[in-house]
């Protein structure tokens, strides 16, 4: 019988939730609440071990963020789903950092909450549809910048062939060019790049980005 946690300081919330994952899922699940990690921490230390944890962020004492990596720590195989009213960008992405499985809101329905409980269990990393969206962007911002060689239009459409292993003659006839003009791009490419054969241009490209994704 999966074991869920909630830690959760209002009483009125922990109590909702509690009777949800009783009445509302297909699945029968034992859950225990507590009013703080420093409970709960105690709890683990002594042997309990949770399938899932609830997690609230604004906690008295340890806050939920903090109180990550004592879980990760003390049962590493539970999913901690973050349940809170929070959704400012610094507390998701605190949050994901540490460890946690998925970050809910609890303006979302008992329903749904109930659902990402069962998401956590098989294994997902549920998270309400807008939160998603933002950890999405926050990480593709800290995206290393694709370097800039100063590859022209040509010379970047050369190196895409190149990367596809097509011999010169082929790309000549891809682009409607002279082997000639090739071998003046193929040169160009490889000044700018600072290396001397296709091999190692093909490598940079690779490593450096400079080759959009197959899709």
């Known amino acids: 019988m999966p074991l869920i946690w909630l830690i959760e300081d209002n009483a009125a919330f922990r109590e909702a939730t509690q009777l949800a994952l009783k ?8 859950s225990k609440a507590f009013d703080s990690c420093e409970k709960a921490i105690i709890a683990l230390e002594k042997g309990d071990k949770p399938d899932v944890i609830l997690l609230d962020v604004g906690l008295p004492g340890i806050d939920g963020i903090e109180g990550i990596k004592h879980f990760k720590k003390l049962a590493p195989d539970a999913s901690i789903l973050i349940l809170t009213v929070f959704e400012d960008d610094e507390k998701i992405f605190r949050a994901v950092c540490a460890g946690a499985a998925g970050y809910l809101l609890k303006s979302q329905s008992l329903d749904n909450i109930t659902i990402a409980i069962e998401q956590a269990i098989a294994g997902g990393s549920p998270m309400n549809p807008r939160i998603a969206a933002r950890v999405l962007s926050m990480f593709s911002k800290m995206a290393p910048a694709r370097k800039d060689y100063g590859l022209t239009a040509r010379e970047q459409a050369v190196l895409e062939f190149m990367v596809e ?13 002279s082997l000639h003009t090739v ?5 160009g490419i490889y000044k700018k790049l600072h290396v001397n054969c296709q091999t190692a241009a093909v490598s940079l490209a690779v490593r450096d980005g400079l080759i959009p994704p197959r899709t």
């Open 183 to 187: 071998d003046y791009f193929v040169r």
């Open 165 to 177: 292993g097509l011999p010169k003659k082929q790309i000549a006839d891809k682009l409607e060019i």
């Open 23 to 30: 009445v509302q899922t297909n699945t029968i699940y034992e």
